[in-house]
């Protein structure tokens, strides 16, 4: 746990033989990669999205129950473990979908695991946009991830920070190939989110553009 938790939060691998610990990755953070991020989709290889699914769902039910402020610790470190989808998200979603937009979630978050969530707020897989790792042909997950540019741009494109935004374009939109790194003539009308990574989303909105504040 101290060593998972050391490698996602801080970026360093506790080798235990001096007392300078080492980078974890050889990859560095870029504009459509992280490498942490990438970590947590990848401890779910070789399992089904469905097993992926049934873990995200007892994971959000036991923080949904959970009382407010609720803490475990996870090597030595206390962490939140409660979870809460507000009333004004549920009322801003149906809103929106009421005056006849569509709606998507994009996410750094496993593909699966965002769907689980997705569905509390009444979305379906096909407009949910997550980490996407490759898939064997036993239907299993494997190492790496699916590449939206068939090898285009030269390093890993995930829904992270600019890469959500190509991840948009490509699933909502219909953009395939180079078009997807080029300047878009076209926006969505509104985007919200809660993470300086959020930025490139919503500087590409084309007439509100919300950053939450999560306290």
């Known amino acids: 746990e101290r060593d998972l938790y050391a490698v996602f939060f801080a970026g360093i691998a506790l080798t235990g033989l001096d007392l300078r610990d080492h980078s974890a990755f050889t990859v560095p953070v870029g ?33 949904l129950e959970a009382p407010l402020g609720a803490r475990i610790e996870v090597a030595e470190t206390e962490v939140e473990a ?24 994009v996410s750094a978050s496993h593909q699966a695991l965002v769907e689980v969530a997705a569905e ?25 991830f699916v590449d939206p540019l068939d090898g285009l741009f030269g390093e890993p494109i995930t829904t992270f920070d600019v890469g959500k935004r190509i991840w948009a374009l490509r699933e909502v939109y219909g953009l395939r190939g180079a078009a997807l790194l080029a300047e878009p003539s076209f926006a969505p009308v509104a985007v919200f989110g809660d993470a300086d990574t959020d930025y490139a989303m919503l500087d590409w909105a084309s007439e509100l553009a919300v950053l939450f504040d999560r306290g």
């Open 120 to 144: 509390e707020l009444g979305f379906t897989s096909d407009h949910v946009i997550g980490m996407r790792p490759n898939l064997g042909a036993d239907g299993r997950y494997t190492t790496g």
């Open 31 to 63: 504009p459509t990669f992280k490498p942490s991020y990438a970590l947590l989709s990848q401890l779910y290889v070789g399992l089904t999205h469905e097993e992926i699914a049934s873990i995200g769902r007892i994971a959000l039910r036991r923080a």
């Open 82 to 105: 409660f979870a809460r989808i507000t009333p004004e998200l549920r009322e801003l979603t149906t809103l929106f979908r009421e005056e006849g937009f569509e709606v998507f979630i």
